[in-house]
């Protein structure tokens, strides 16, 4: 019984000090709100959203490297290849060399969400993703 004593004075304290530090820790650290899309959306409805941050999901129609273009950009195309594509995700080489795969080759198909603000490239609504997380499979 003295044994018991013993440890639950010194667990106590430890216990206590365990969960206040737990109870800072989560008001310090949690998500930005601004990096959490404000909207889901499908890549048909991108050009209402212009300048706006969202998640856009939908069926890759095209996945292409751009070697010839500076920057060596990936395009994932939706709706339909290029040039009569409806909405465009690009992504830098400077931002997919450090991803685990090439994004041109991960995401050739299927249906995918990407997350950023969306912007306008030559009429077409476009997204830009710079960082590997923000790009991932979705589910319809």
């Known amino acids: 019984m003295r044994s018991l004593r ?3 004075i010194y667990l106590i304290p430890v216990f206590a000090l365990l969960m206040i530090g737990s109870l800072i820790f989560s008001r310090v650290i949690r998500p930005d ?3 959490l899309p404000a909207v889901t959306l499908d ?3 991108a050009a ?3 300048g706006q941050r969202a998640q856009v999901c939908g ?4 996945a292409r490297l751009a070697q ?3 920057g060596s950009p990936v395009f994932l195309n939706f709706g339909a290849p290029h040039p009569n594509q409806s909405f465009t995700v690009v992504v830098w080489e400077r931002d997919y060399s450090r991803w685990t795969e090439a994004p041109h080759r991960q995401f050739a198909q299927g249906y995918v969400c990407a997350v950023g603000e969306i912007s306008e490239h030559q009429g077409r609504p ?3 993703v710079r960082q ?3 790009l991932f499979f979705g589910q319809r």
């Open 6 to 8: 013993k440890i639950l």
């Open 126 to 128: 476009q997204l830009v």
């Open 43 to 45: 890549y048909t409805q």
């Open 33 to 35: 709100a601004s990096q």
């Open 59 to 62: 069926e890759v129609a095209q």
């Open 68 to 70: 010839e273009i500076g």
């Open 132 to 134: 590997q997380q923000h």
């Open 48 to 50: 209402d959203h212009i």
